[in-house]
């Protein structure tokens, strides 16, 4: 079984940053191989990919964040990060880490195979 955990969620104004971390474990978790990703859902809406990083670092960002947010992570540290900046009230959402045993990344919600418990984000005007 694998736990993720997202921390650095919060209120921030249309303009500023933010960084969210993902911290995974397991007892057979092997983070270095495992796609990692972020979804987030507005209130009202589905849940929608935003950004998401391959075993092997090669990244993947939805059109509506590109330009304003890096996906990174740490296999030394069992962590993935979210650098968002630009932020615009838009990007209000409870965002979501996932990882995909897989090793890839893609946008297809179904190919998720854990997901955290999700952090709120809300940027005001």
């Known amino acids: 079984q694998v736990q993720l955990v997202e921390s650095g969620g919060g209120l921030v104004q249309a303009g500023g940053s933010l960084r969210l971390s993902c911290a995974a474990s397991?007892?057979?978790?092997?983070?270095?191989?495992?796609?990692m990703g972020w979804f987030r859902q507005a209130p009202g809406k589905e849940r929608e990919f935003v950004a998401g990083?391959?075993?092997?670092?090669?990244?993947y960002y939805a059109d509506s964040v590109k330009g304003r947010s890096t996906i990174s992570r740490d296999n030394a540290k069992n962590t993935q990060y979210l650098q968002m900046n630009s932020l615009k009230p838009e990007d209000t959402a409870v965002y979501y880490c996932?990882?995909?045993?897989?090793?890839?990344?893609?946008?297809?919600?179904?190919?998720?195979?854990?997901w955290g418990q999700g952090a709120q984000v809300t940027v005001s005007s």
């Open positions: 996932a990882a995909n045993v897989g090793g890839g990344f893609s946008a297809y919600i179904g190919n998720v195979d854990y």
């Open positions: 397991g007892r057979t978790f092997t983070f270095s191989r495992y796609g």
């Open positions: 990083i391959s075993w092997n670092g090669a990244t």
